[in-house]
Nanobody, 113 residues
Framework: QVQLEESGGGLVQTGGSLRLSCAAS????????MGWYRQAPGKQRELVAR?????LTDYADSVKGRFTISRDKNTVYLQMNSLTPEDTGVYFC?????????WGQGTQVTVSS
């Protein structure tokens, strides 16, 4: 089984920065994708950014140029810059490898205006 441990998040003012971390442990597949999704109140969960097999990256249009996803071994980082109130939500880490699709417990990001 795979376990995810998230850290980071919190309260920041508009224009500020935060970094999220997600460490995966357990039976990690050689071919996998890890990423971050977010869910704002009353909205569906949406992709923020993901990294596939440690190289290929994919971003939501709304965060391109502001957020950067990176990976070091089995830990994924999401550097979030120039945050706006629209970035507020619960951020969930996701791991997909083989038949495994695991979600973290979520971490709150709140951007005040």
């Amino acid at each position: 089984q795979v376990q995810l441990e998230e850290s980071g998040g919190g309260l920041v003012q508009t224009g500020g920065s935060l970094r999220l971390s997600c460490a995966a442990s357990g039976r990690i597949s050689g071919m996998n994708a890890m990423g971050w999704y977010r869910q704002a109140p009353g909205k569906q969960r949406e992709l923020v950014a993901r990294i596939v097999s440690g190289r290929l990256t994919d971003y939501a249009d709304s965060v391109k140029g502001r957020f950067t996803i990176s990976r070091d071994k089995n830990t994924v980082y999401l550097q979030m810059n120039s945050l706006t109130p629209e970035d507020t939500g619960v951020y969930f880490c996701n791991y997909r490898g083989g038949l495994v699709d695991i979600w973290g417990q979520g971490t709150q990001v709140t951007v005040s205006s």
